[in-house]
């Protein structure tokens, strides 16, 4: 387990490394960006700034989602969204579950119904 | 909170909530609309327990479920997923029908994690608060999935370590 946060830090580390990455969570800083947008403000091909954003979304610094054809970077704040991230899953998880319990719970009333009517017979 | 319709033809599903109450202390609440004798049941007879405690979705197997529900009796739950087994076990230290559950979840090398469950019956609505205690804050971040339950997510961390290890930067 220590190991993992410490291969965690290296990422974040080794993100930022590089002055573009730098540059690039400091602009994403000021609001949310497109790649292509990225790409123009740091003179760099699409491919070049897709793979610093690769980087940078591995290391959990940023986030980004498509939508359309268009991909938008925003500031990823690791900590709280991995947990908040968590317990919806964990959440969901326990959601299931009691889904299936009151099934389990609903056969088990309608056998106790079916009962009791059979005993007043 | 939930929604209250009296149908019974179709229940509506209750809310579940989860919230973190310290750095060791995880609590799930839920309604179950059913009096609290049958959740009880539900929740400690393996044939009954092996039918809900498992969801779907998640693609794991049970392969064997035994409970001796009583103060000092162990549990044991088998599961596998794709290749692999996976073990979880403890003790029931508190059993009190119908409205506590209290046992350990010993499979971890961190210390044991204590599980506490209440029933609160109201009106024929059972009120299920599952509260885990874990023993450290790590065991609980490691449970979180903010490292331990992501392998791939550390292979692909180790992919990218090797990478930067290996590039200049531009």
């Known amino acids: 387990m220590v190991q993992c946060v410490q291969a965690n830090f290296d990422a974040s ?15 994403l800083g000021r609001a949310d960006a497109s790649i292509t947008a990225l790409a123009q403000r740091f003179h760099m091909t699409l491919t070049g700034m897709k793979k610093h954003v690769g ?22 704040l690791r900590g709280l969204q991995e947990e ?6 964990y959440r969901q998880l326990w959601s299931a579950r009691f889904d299936e319990l009151d ?14 009517r059979k005993k007043r017979k | ?35 609290a004798r049958l959740v009880f049941e539900a929740w400690t007879k393996a044939d009954l ?3 809900w405690w498992v969801p779907r979705s998640y693609g794991l197997t049970l ?14 739950l088998v599961f596998s997923h794709q290749d692999s087994t996976m073990e979880f076990f403890g003790t029931y230290l508190e059993v009190t029908p119908h409205s506590r559950l209290v046992w ?50 550390l292979d692909q961390l180790d992919e990218l370590l090797v990478s930067l290890g290996s590039t200049t930067t531009e």
């Not at chain 1, 099934?103 to 009791?116: A, I, N, Y």
């Not at chain 2, 064997?64 to 162990?74: A, I, K, L, N």
């Not at chain 2, 109201?122 to 331990?148: C, F, N, Q």
């Open chain 1, 13 to 27: 580390f080794g993100a930022l490394s590089d002055a573009t990455r730098r540059g690039v969570l400091e602009q």
């Open chain 1, 55 to 76: 980087v940078l979304e591995q290391a959990g610094l940023v986030t980004t989602e498509k939508v359309g054809r268009v991909r938008t970077c925003r500031l990823g």
């Open chain 1, 84 to 89: 908040a991230e968590w317990i919806e899953r």
């Open chain 1, 103 to 116: 099934k389990v719970v609903e056969k088990l009333k309608r056998k106790e119904r079916v009962d009791g």
């Open chain 2, 1 to 35: 909170m939930d929604e209250r319709r009296e149908s019974e033809a179709a229940p509506t599903k209750n809310h579940t909530t989860v919230e973190r109450r310290s750095e060791r202390e995880l609590v799930v609440t839920r309604t179950v609309n059913g009096p």
């Open chain 2, 49 to 51: 327990f092996r039918r």
């Open chain 2, 63 to 76: 392969l064997s479920c035994e409970m001796d529900v009583r103060v000092g009796g162990g549990y044991r």
């Open chain 2, 104 to 153: 350990t979840n010993e499979e971890g090398d961190g210390g044991m994690t204590v599980t506490t469950v209440t029933f609160d019956e109201i009106a024929g609505r059972t009120l299920v608060v599952v509260h885990d205690l874990y023993p450290s804050k790590e065991a609980l971040d490691a449970a979180s999935g903010s490292t331990g339950a992501m392998p791939e997510a």
